[in-house]
T-cell receptor, first 111, second 113 residues
Framework: NAGVTQTPKFQVLKTGQSMTLQCAQD?????MSWYRQDPGMGLRLIHY???????DQGEVPNGYNVSRSTTEDFPLRLLSAAPSQTSVYFC??????????FGEGSRLTVL | AQSVAQPEDQVNVAEGNPLTVKCTYS??????LFWYVQYPNRGLQFLLK??????LVKGSYGFEAEFNKSQTSFHLKKPSALVSDSALYFC???????????FGAGTTVTVRA
C-alpha cells in the first residue's frame, strides 16, 4: 500500500517564488492535514480538511493556501515564498479521529 | 486551546535499562493521546494511543504508556531499551470529536550500547 505520498521530497526556491507541495492518500481517509516541522518546535498545523470541499486553518496558516477537490488529494500552495518558510513539511491523513498516517516529508529551502 | 509539554529535550539511557519519555497535556474534556516516533529523515510512525479504558496502553516495538488523568500525563515507557530505539519521540493530543492533533516539541532519545 502506498499510504500517504508527498512530492517533491526536496525543493529549493528563491524568495517570492510560488510552488505547490502535492499530497495524495489511497486509504479513503476523510481527514487530511499539513504540518511543518522546525527544530525545537515540534509539528505545527498549517491547514486541514475534514472532507472534499472543506478546508480550515490551523495554527500557522499565513502564506499558505490549500484546496480539497477530491478525497485523495490535498495540495499545499506557497503563494510567495519567504525564508521563514524554510522547513520540513508533512502531510497526514486519518479516518475519523484515529491516528494520523504521515507522508515521508518534503524539505523546502527558501533562499 | 490544547497543548502538549515534553519537558526533556533529550533522554540518554544505556541499552537494557528502562526508558521513560515524559509528556503532559492540556485539553478541554476527555483527551485522545498519541505517541509517535521519527527516525532520521523519515516521516512519523504511530506507536500507540489512548482513547478510553485501561490506563496502561501497549503499543508497537515493546513500548507502553500510562495515562494519568489527575496528573494530566501520558508518559512513554519501555522496560529494556535497545540501541535501535534511538530516535525523536513526539507526544500528541486531540480533544474528543476533534480532528486537530497538537504535538509536543519532541524528545530525542539516545540509547548507548
Amino acid at each position: 500500500n502506498a499510504g500517504v505520498t508527498q512530492t517533491p521530497k526536496f525543493q529549493v526556491l528563491k524568495t517570492g517564488q510560488s510552488m505547490t507541495l502535492q499530497c495524495a492518500q489511497d486509504m479513503n481517509h476523510e481527514y487530511m492535514s499539513w504540518y511543518r516541522q522546525d527544530p525545537g518546535m515540534g509539528l505545527r498545523l498549517i491547514h486541514y480538511s475534514v472532507g472534499a470541499g472543506i478546508t480550515d486553518q490551523g495554527e500557522v496558516p499565513n502564506g499558505y493556501n490549500v484546496s480539497r477537490s477530491t478525497t485523495e488529494d490535498f495540495p499545499l500552495r506557497l503563494l510567495s515564498a519567504a525564508p521563514s518558510q524554510t522547513s520540513v513539511y508533512f502531510c497526514a491523513s486519518s479516518q475519523n479521529t484515529g491516528e494520523l498516517f504521515f507522508g515521508e516529508g518534503s524539505r523546502l529551502t527558501v533562499l | 486551546a490544547q497543548s502538549v509539554a515534553q519537558p526533556e529535550d533529550q533522554v540518554n539511557v544505556a541499552e537494557g535499562n528502562p526508558l521513560t519519555v515524559k509528556c503532559t497535556y492540556s485539553v478541554s474534556g476527555n483527551p485522545y493521546l498519541f505517541w509517535y516516533v521519527q527516525y532520521p529523515n523519515r516521516g512519523l510512525q504511530f506507536l500507540l494511543k489512548y482513547i478510553t479504558g485501561d490506563n496502561l496502553v501497549k503499543g508497537s516495538y515493546g513500548f507502553e504508556a500510562e495515562f494519568n488523568k489527575s496528573q494530566t500525563s501520558f508518559h512513554l515507557k519501555k522496560p529494556s531499551a535497545l540501541v535501535s530505539d534511538s530516535a525523536l519521540y513526539f507526544c500528541a493530543v486531540r480533544a474528543l470529536n476533534d480532528y486537530k492533533l497538537s504535538f509536543g516539541a519532541g524528545t530525542t532519545v539516545t540509547v548507548r550500547a
